[in-house]
């Protein structure tokens, strides 16, 4: 009979971590030895892969509950440093979004569409442990029959502050161009004219759902780092679309699957949740997030070795394709290219311009490697896997 192939479950690697006995490498230190060893014995040599990725996530934002008032309030309208919250939850839930701005922005008063600062400042300013002015109006009821709240808090303050983003951590992502004649400006930064500059968006190599193509090990109730806390996958993310096209090693070759995570407010870092301000286009929140990949066999070995160089991404027009909803791609182009500082395009060298982190990626991936090894990080069973498909190669 042949002889079965290596295989293990996530129970098994976890008593090896609790013995502090597993082998744990970055993503970026996997393609090495899988391109030295090959997948087989590689899984064997490996326990847990772990990645990271550090950008702008616009889906992101966080439930907060203030705390009940005397007398009681049943908040209708709800400002946190002059960004507007969403207060249609309960008494004193509200949800604040990443990307919503002061309503009053100094900034668009002078440019107009330009914000300086929004709920991404918010989530970090709270997390840095600030004081961050509430205002909250209500209508009055006669159970919560007062009318306004004004005060200052900071997060110890609050009772409850759960950053939960609905779509971070794409699985792969668009090569930006501008083939205008004027400099436009987008969520992928700013784009020069005539394709002056490409700018790119994921951490390649790094990033975790990179590793894990077909969802094999992130799912529902999968832990990973979240800014700098320890959080968990609540399920796929919004526009989660696995039918991408796929490349080798099941690498998609656009915008694919996303995830929704969630993560205590209270026990992040603000270097890990920063608040950004994207000229031209608005606010936004830079997230970092890592998540551990357990070697099962050696498939998984052979997807975590995945390199830049076999990662591929469309390159589109930010300029005119994409407002129109009709981007189509213009070519493709590896991270290993886009990382190197330039790309060929239309025959010219063109500058490569990276929205994303890599160095903060990797630093994310050596802390989570740091956890694991030291005990204080089990990796999970998901209790519901992300809509996949199967395996074409």
């Not at 209500?138 to 004004?150: F, S």
């Not at 205590?264 to 997230?287: F, I, Q, T």
């Not at 060929?344 to 802390?367: C, H, M, Q, W």
């Amino acid at each position: 009979m042949p002889k079965a192939s290596f295989s293990r479950t996530i129970e098994e690697i976890n008593k090896k971590i609790r013995a502090g006995k597993a082998v744990v490498v970055t993503a970026e230190q996997m393609g090495e030895i899988v391109k030295k060893s090959g997948p087989e014995k590689a899984a064997k040599e490996v326990d847990v892969v772990t990645t990271g990725t550090f950008s702008p996530m616009c889906s992101s934002g966080a439930f907060i509950n203030f705390g009940h008032s005397k007398p009681t309030t049943k908040a209708s309208k709800v400002w946190l440093n002059g960004v507007p919250a969403y207060a249609g939850l309960a008494a004193v839930d509200i949800y604040i979004g990443a990307t919503e701005p002061t309503e009053d922005d100094p900034l668009n008063r002078v440019h107009p569409g330009q914000f300086k600062y929004g709920g991404g400042h918010v989530i970090q300013d709270l997390v840095a442990g600030k004081k961050v002015e509430l205002l909250a109006t209500a209508y009055g009821t006669d159970c919560y029959p007062n009318r306004e709240i004004k005060k200052k808090v900071t997060i110890s303050d609050l009772p409850y502050a759960m950053l939960f983003n609905p779509r971070n951590a794409y699985q792969n992502y668009n090569c930006a161009v501008n083939l205008t004649n004027k400099t436009i400006y987008t969520y992928m930064g700013v784009l020069k004219p005539h394709a002056g500059n490409a700018n790119f968006a994921t951490a390649g190599q790094l990033s975790p759902l990179l590793n894990d193509p077909y969802y094999r090990a992130i799912g529902l109730g999968t832990r990973i780092f979240i800014g700098g806390a320890k959080g968990h996958v609540v399920g796929p993310g919004t526009q989660h679309n696995p039918r991408a096209a796929r490349g080798p090693n099941g690498v998609p070759l656009s915008p694919a699957g996303t995830i929704m995570v969630m993560g205590d407010m209270k026990a992040m870092d603000p270097r890990w949740v920063a608040g950004v301000s994207m000229l031209g286009y608005g606010c936004s929140l830079a997230v970092g997030i890592g998540i551990p990949i357990p070697v099962l066999d050696a498939d998984m070995a052979r997807f975590t070795g995945v390199t830049d160089e076999e990662i591929f991404t469309q390159i589109i027009d930010y300029g005119g394709d994409y407002p129109k909803g009709q981007a189509h791609s213009l070519g493709k182009v590896s991270y290993a290219e886009l990382k190197s500082g330039s790309i060929k395009f239309n025959g010219s060298d063109v500058p490569t311009v990276p929205v994303s982190s890599y160095v903060r990626a990797l630093e994310i991936a050596n802390i989570l490697k740091g956890w694991i090894e030291r005990g204080e990080f089990l990796l999970t069973q998901p209790v519901e896997g992300l809509p996949s498909v199967e395996r074409a190669e």
